[in-house]
């Protein structure tokens, strides 16, 4: 991918730039340079991009992530609890790097150390004051050169990074790692460093939005074409603008060539022949330009959610069957499992590198959910009501009852769904037992 559609899918997440600036809007070829100005600075960013984005990060992370270690206690309790120096955990580090993932296709985690210990530092002193590895989370567009065998593992690996943000510009440094050594330059090469790190690896795990590229460590973003379709909604919405501004202030017409007696204003009237027989009236463009666009702006939104698995979303499709929805849910369900699978092995791999650093064995296990699956309560609802009118044995509508309490109380766990089972299923009982039997005899029979 090239740095201008890395660019792109940024700003259209964070709405920035060319969608804050007007850079993104097309100039029409009859455009004065002051109208397009002017539609530039009146310009607004509709931002479906992000949201939909999120919706294919955020429920992997909805629950937590079931982790377990042994081994290198100390370092580990503070390791997921500040991963990065900036008392990030490891929960919120790994959601950051599955969003930059998500958006350019990979990321790359960085597992760092801090430099040489001081003669003398004990482990003690080395968790207070936080000097021991740290990890970071570099985006494609960062890797400056990289080299990997054909099993997609990291032979070198050379980016660049933020050293200092400043008010004026921000100072960066070149890092390059191998599997055995590393070296550090500033931008300006007024300061180079290298050293021996001996992991036998390149402390960079690569983390995809899908499976690796046999071919290439940087797979195409699937969300490009998506951040293009953005850039389309940000232009027509432009174009609707600048016909509601004409529409909203008509042209007076008025019999009159002589300019000099409007006093309203010659930005604001047209002068025609005196001796035409109509009188003065307000012109504007015709408003079916306007009622195009608006339908055009619909239909990009709702191929926007097409695109990314979410038409079953409320508002893009609102005439699909529940076995469409169903099909639909099913597909954006295998999505996010395949995903937190990738984040599941970054993961243990960062954990992995991290156990290099410190020169301690770490036995780790982390477990993302694995069903996403979304249901719509009305028509759970309403196929289990059908199902109960069908008479079913007492067995299949206990089956029907747990259903739908996993559906209306999908955080409910088993132990209390099979309490609220056998309660509702004594009161039944206790019910039929207290009505009076059908065809028994009534107080005035011998």
Request: charged share 25%; hydrophobic share 35%; proline share 5%.
């Amino acid at each position: 991918m090239l740095t201008y559609d890395y660019d792109l899918i940024y700003n259209a997440y964070y709405g920035t730039n060319g969608f804050s600036n007007g850079g993104y809007l097309i100039k029409h070829k009859r455009e004065t340079d002051e109208d397009y100005a002017t539609r530039q600075e009146n310009a607004y960013y509709l931002n479906y991009f992000a949201p939909i984005t999120n919706s294919l990060v955020t429920p992997i992370f909805k629950k937590p992530a079931v982790r377990d270690w042994n081994g290198a206690k100390n370092f580990m309790e503070l390791f997921v609890q500040d991963i990065d120096g900036n008392k990030t955990t490891i929960g919120e580090f790994m959601k950051r790097a599955a969003l930059k993932a998500k958006l350019y296709g990979s990321c790359f985690i960085v597992v760092d150390n801090v430099g040489n210990y001081k003669d003398g530092e004990t482990i003690a002193d080395v968790l207070k004051d936080r000097r021991f590895p740290y990890a970071f989370c570099l985006a494609p567009s960062q890797i400056t050169s990289y080299k990997a065998d054909k099993m997609g593992q990291l032979i070198y690996l050379e980016f660049s990074d933020i050293k200092e943000i400043g008010s004026v510009a921000n100072e960066y440094y070149t890092m390059r790692f191998d599997r055995e050594k590393w070296e550090r330059i500033d931008s300006d090469g007024s300061w180079v460093n290298k050293g021996v790190h001996n992991l036998g690896r390149v402390p960079a795990v690569v983390l995809t939005c899908k499976d690796l590229n046999s071919i290439s460590l940087f797979p195409p973003s699937e969300m490009l074409p998506l951040a293009k379709v953005s850039k389309a909604i940000y232009n027509a919405s432009s174009w609707l603008t600048e016909i509601f501004r004409s529409v909203t202030f008509p042209l007076l017409t008025i019999p009159s060539l002589d300019a000099k007696n409007i006093v309203i204003g010659n930005n604001n009237a047209l002068g025609y022949e005196p001796e035409y027989s109509h009188e003065p009236n307000f012109i504007a463009p015709p408003s079916d330009p306007a009622n195009v666009l608006k339908e055009h702006i619909l239909d990009l939104v709702q191929e926007m959610y097409r695109m990314a698995g979410l038409s079953f979303v409320t508002g893009t499709k609102t005439d699909t069957s529940g076995v469409s929805k169903q099909w639909d849910f099913e597909r954006l369900n295998q999505q996010l499992a395949d995903f937190a699978q990738n984040i599941q092995r970054a993961e243990a791999d960062l954990i992995n590198i991290f156990s290099l650093w410190i020169n301690q064995p770490i036995e780790y296990n982390v477990s993302y959910p694995n069903d996403f699956n979304i249901s719509d309560i009305a028509y759970e609802l309403e196929n289990a009501q059908a199902i109960l009118d069908l008479n079913l044995s007492d067995e299949l509508r206990e089956d029907v009852l747990k259903k739908v309490l996993t559906v209306c109380f999908p955080d409910m766990d088993a132990l209390r769904c099979d309490e609220v089972v056998s309660s509702l299923k004594e009161q039944q009982e206790n019910k039929m037992q207290s009505n009076p039997p059908i065809g028994g005899n009534s107080a005035g029979d011998e």
